[in-house]
């Protein structure tokens, strides 16, 4: 008789679930990876802030220095050689002080009539219509003082006026209706030639580690010494300034009356800009960007 064995199923062992130590790790793992995961995000927020911020300050800059250029291209125009005033046979005199009829006449742009470091006046028909108008560009302090004293950032103001009937170029009023803020450049050449750039004034406020942004600026090429605006005459040489049309060598240099004289050519702009305080800071720098826009214009109608 045979005895059959009957296999009796063997019962698993039910496996164990992970321990407390192996669940700190991972959570110690995935949390390392979650920090660097937002750290690269902040950064990546932080640079494109910055560079957001350099983007607005060039343009803002580039519109401006374009208008600049455009203006200048009319200035001069039209000039006493292609309008006659009523009475005067001398139509374009050597020193408009001697007859200010020409120089006063609303028709007549006198072309480029005072021009220094800080401030541009010049007549032209500047939007094409036929109408003379005045234009004047200066750079006002921190505290809207001109000329300026006190601290930077400042500000270029600009004013567009038609042209007075019978007022002097340098009397005629103005009205400075716009303006490009946060420009740090203000300085004054001591020598000419060749210009030693300084005098520029302080930067006002501190960079996040306590130096004085006048200093931390300054060393950035002079940042804050060169000046705004220079003159070049017909072989590309400095012109001393400031000039203006109050006297016959004045008028000589500005409106290259005399054939044997080096005179005024082209005028260019020199805009250093540094970003807002509170809304342009690198966040990981704790410094503002700083951009610099060149612009330089010929006077097509010397």
């Given at each position: 008789?045979?005895?059959?064995?009957?296999?009796?199923?063997?019962?698993?062992?039910?496996?164990?679930?992970?321990?407390?130590?192996?669940?700190?790790?991972?959570?110690?793992?995935?949390?390392?990876?979650?920090?660097?995961?937002?750290?690269?995000?902040?950064?990546?927020?932080?640079?494109?802030?910055?560079?957001?911020?350099?983007?607005?300050?060039?343009?803002?800059?580039?519109?401006?220095?374009?208008?600049?250029?455009?203006?200048?291209?009319?200035?001069?125009?039209?000039?006493?050689?292609?309008?006659?005033?009523?009475?005067?046979?001398?139509?374009?005199?050597?020193?408009?002080?001697?007859?200010?009829?020409?120089?006063?006449?609303?028709?007549?742009?006198?072309?480029?009539?005072?021009?220094?470091?800080?401030?541009?006046?010049?007549?032209?028909?500047?939007?094409?219509?036929?109408?003379?108008?005045?234009?004047?560009?200066?750079?006002?302090?921190?505290?809207?003082?001109?000329?300026?004293?006190?601290?930077?950032?400042?500000?270029?103001?600009?004013?567009?006026?038609?042209?007075?009937?019978?007022?002097?170029?340098?009397?005629?009023?103005?009205?400075?209706?716009?303006?490009?803020?946060?420009?740090?450049?203000?300085?004054?050449?001591?020598?000419?030639?060749?210009?030693?750039?300084?005098?520029?004034?302080?930067?006002?406020?501190?960079t996040a580690w306590g130096a004085t942004n006048s200093a931390f600026y300054a060393a950035l090429t002079t940042f804050k010494d060169f000046p705004v605006f220079q003159?070049?005459?017909?072989?590309?040489?400095l012109i001393a300034l400031p000039q203006d049309i109050t006297t016959t060598a004045g008028v000589q240099v500005l409106t290259c009356s005399v054939a044997n004289v080096?005179?005024?050519?082209?005028?260019?702009?020199?805009?250093?800009?540094?970003?807002?305080?509170?809304?342009?800071t690198d966040l990981q720098t704790k410094t503002r960007p700083v951009t610099t826009m060149v612009g330089t214009a010929r006077l097509v109608n010397n």
């Open positions: 008789m045979n005895i059959m064995k009957i296999a009796r199923p063997t019962s698993h062992r039910s496996q164990a679930g992970f321990s407390l130590i192996e669940l700190s790790i991972v959570c110690v793992i995935l949390a390392l990876v979650m920090v660097s995961v937002i750290r690269g995000i902040d950064t990546t927020i932080q640079r494109s802030t910055a560079e957001q911020a350099k983007v607005d300050l060039t343009q803002e800059g580039r519109e401006f220095v374009d208008e600049f250029e455009r203006d200048v291209h009319q200035a001069g125009y039209p000039n006493c050689r292609m309008v006659a005033t009523v009475g005067v046979a001398s139509n374009c005199p050597a020193d408009y002080t001697v007859n200010p009829t020409v120089a006063s006449n609303s028709s007549v742009a006198a072309g480029v009539v005072y021009l220094s470091n800080t401030k541009l006046i010049f007549e032209g028909d500047v939007n094409g219509d036929g109408i003379v108008e005045t234009i004047q560009y200066r750079l006002v302090d921190s505290a809207g003082n001109y000329p300026p004293t006190t601290s930077c950032p400042c500000t270029i103001q600009r004013s567009e006026m038609v042209k007075v009937n019978g007022t002097m170029p340098l009397a005629q009023p103005t009205t400075f209706s716009q303006e490009l803020q946060n420009v740090v450049n203000s300085g004054v050449p001591a020598g000419n030639p060749p210009p030693a750039y300084g005098g520029g004034l302080p930067i006002s406020g501190n003159a070049y005459d017909q072989n590309g040489f080096n005179c005024l050519k082209s005028i260019r702009l020199t805009i250093d800009l540094l970003a807002n305080s509170t809304t342009g």
